[in-house]
Each structure stands twice: as C-alpha cells, then as structure tokens.
C-alpha cells in the first residue's frame, strides 16, 4: 500500500479462495487466521483500494508459472510493481519462486519487490507458527506474530441462561464460518466492537463441564454492558 501511494499507483491485493490445501488435500483439516470477511474489514481500515478474491480450484492449480504471471498480472490486472514475500512459489505444482517472477517482471516490464523474513525474537514469522500458537492458547505470541489483535467475528444467539443465574449472563457467540481458526480452550481477557463502541469481557471458550456441558461454546461475559441489548447483535 505505501509503495503504491509513493508511486501513484492503485494498490491491489489478490488472495484466493478456498485455501489452496482445501482444495488439493481433501483431507486437510486447515483452519484460516481470518476468515474472508475479517481480511476484507482488516486491509480497508490499512487503505487498501482494491481486494481481489480469486477462485481457487483444481483446474486453475494447473496454470503454468508463465500463464499465471501472464494471463492474470499482467493481461488482467495490468501490474507495473508487485510486492510479494521472500517464500513465495506459485504456478502448477508450487514449480516458481520469486527468481521466476523477477525474470517474468522484465520481459513484462514490472518490478518486484521482495519482503524479506519478519523475525520477532529470531524466530520467523509464518501462519503456522501463528496458528500454532492459537492452538496452544498462547495469544500473546500469536498477536506478536500478527502485528495486530487477534479476533473473532460472530453473531450473539441465544443461549441455556445459565450464566445469568449465577449472576454473570453471557454473550453466546456463533462463528458461522467453520473454516475460522478459534484459540485453545480457555478463559481470555476480550475486547470487542458493538456498532462502533468498544467493550471489554471475559470470554470462555469450551464445553463447560461445570454445568454438564457437551459442546464447545464461545460465550463472552461483558463488564458493564446491559445483555437484553446483544440479541441477534454481529460483534467482532
């Protein structure tokens, strides 16, 4: 996006959907970061112009490095500089790297520039690590990682009441996009974004054996807030 304003270009951001591993490992049970809803929200607040969601599928795995760069940067999206990470490979069988697309950049007159390796206390930064340390309910490292807070967005729907009996009447948050990575069980210090104002809680993510619990729930106990107020409310 820099580049682009210092330049006087519009910036553009192409990611495709499904991930690539849903797609060619049909047992893969990969869970995303943000789900295409909160990327789209995310890369509007950074003054990204223009977000391209293009279609993964099988028969588009099969482009050749060359038809990839050509067919699609160049004779669609017309690029004259593009920013890309160092670990980049594309075209069919993962077979370019970032040389290829360099070397691609000057028979089609474009540059390249290169993101190098993003290290926070030497270790490198990457969506696996990232979604590692999701896994195992580290946020402080995952929100390292990110550079940013990370979130869930979902819709507040009814649920059993039994935290208002104790005293403590909780939000129950459905997520309905099942492809969203959620954090390890546990308890965690949240705050959220209710049409424009911000909230702090409590959330619980589990299956609360305490009260015979037998599946997994989000809830969010807010500080301060009136409950009749959340239902059927979008929070993020």
């Known amino acids: 996006m820099k580049v682009a304003k210092k330049n006087n270009l519009c910036s ?8 690539p591993r849903m797609v060619l490992q049909k047992d893969s049970d990969l869970k995303m970061i943000d789900t295409l809803e909160e990327k789209q929200q995310f890369l509007e607040k950074m003054g990204v112009d223009v977000l391209i969601v293009h279609p993964f599928s099988k028969a588009f795995s099969r482009l050749t490095a060359l038809e ?13 500089q593009l920013v890309i990470g160092y670990d980049h ?10 040389d290829d697309l360099k070397s691609f950049g000057l028979d089609y007159n474009f540059t390249v520039d290169e993101i190098p390796s993003q290290d926070i206390e030497s270790i490198a930064v990457s969506s696996t690590r990232v979604r590692n340390a999701l896994n195992n ?43 969203k ?3 390890q069980n546990g308890v965690y210090l949240v705050r959220s974004e ?8 409590m959330m619980n993510i589990g299956m609360r054996p305490t009260v015979s619990g037998k599946t997994t729930q989000t809830e969010i106990h807010f500080f301060n807030l009136k409950f009749k107020s959340l239902r059927s409310r979008n929070i993020s």
């Open 137 to 179: 309910g580290d946020l402080k490292a995952a929100n390292q990682f990110l550079g940013r807070p990370f979130g869930l967005t979902g819709t507040v729907v009814k649920g059993d009441g039994i935290g208002k009996k104790f005293g403590f009447p909780t939000a129950n948050i459905q997520v309905k996009q099942d492809y």
């Open 181 to 183: 990575l959620r954090p």
């Open 89 to 98: 490979r594309f075209g069919r069988n993962r077979e370019a790297t970032i």
């Open 194 to 201: 209710l049409t424009g104002i911000e909230f702090f809680g």
């Open 12 to 19: 553009i951001v192409l990611t495709f959907f499904p991930h």
């Open 68 to 80: 990839f760069t050509r067919d699609l940067l160049v004779n669609q999206l017309r690029i004259s």
